[in-house]
């Protein structure tokens, strides 16, 4: 269960990761071990190995065929980060002709992974995303502290996506606590959407458990 996301070294040490910037700890941090997943970024070697954190679909064509040899070749877990800026989101479009979302499916990468981020998916994403068996993971203190916007989460949850809420960065979430995340997004969609209760507390619990 992908229950708290962290990029911290120290929240995922605490957890049983391994104290490295470049892994990060996906479970629920009581959980004796971790699961650790590769960042691909500018330091690649052309040689990955277990699960991948996919930092951005708009890294160069060496990284992203190497990422597509090993998701296809490899039963690994798959994190995506993908439409979390209007800017990403445009680029995208005007490189390829779809958004990142579509990206992803195109590249046979979408198939039972994560989506993290998601602000800015439409209805067509996230209806693909469904199609694909894939899940999205929000983090909402990260999306709101970085001015990212808040996540379309009332959409997502009607359109029958499989969400799960994770705790971003320790720079906006230091103690990893989600509940904090969960009375974030709650009061961020009502807010946006300027409708008490918007999403509800025991869906946002589900989310978590």
Avoid: W
């Avoid at 993908?82 to 990142?100: F, I, M, N, Q, S």
């Avoid at 705790?167 to 906006?172: A, L, P, S």
């Amino acid at each position: 269960m992908f229950n708290a996301l962290t990029f911290d070294k120290d929240v995922a040490k605490r957890a049983g990761g391994i104290a490295d910037s470049r892994v990060f700890y996906i479970g629920d941090d009581k959980t004796d071990g971790a699961e650790n997943f590769r960042i691909v970024g500018e330091d690649f070697t052309g040689r990955l190995d277990g699960n991948i954190y996919l930092e951005s679909l708009l890294l160069g064509d060496e990284i992203i065929d190497a990422v597509i040899d090993h998701v296809l070749g490899s039963k690994c877990k798959l994190i995506i980060s993908a439409c979390r800026t209007l800017d990403e989101v445009g680029v995208c479009d005007k490189k390829y002709g779809v958004t990142p979302i579509g990206l992803a499916h195109k590249f046979g990468l979408l198939d039972g992974a994560f989506i993290a981020g998601g602000t800015y998916l439409d209805k067509d994403d996230i209806d693909l995303i469904g199609q694909s068996g894939a899940g999205i993971i929000l983090t909402p203190s990260m999306s709101m502290g970085l001015g990212e916007g808040i996540p379309p989460i009332r959409m997502m949850l009607t359109l029958g996506a499989r969400v799960y809420i994770g705790t971003g960065m320790r720079e906006f979430n230091p103690d990893g606590d989600l509940e904090f995340e969960k009375r974030l997004i709650m009061l961020a969609a009502s807010g946006a959407l300027c409708t008490r209760g918007a999403v509800s507390m025991e869906a946002l619990d589900e989310m978590t458990r």
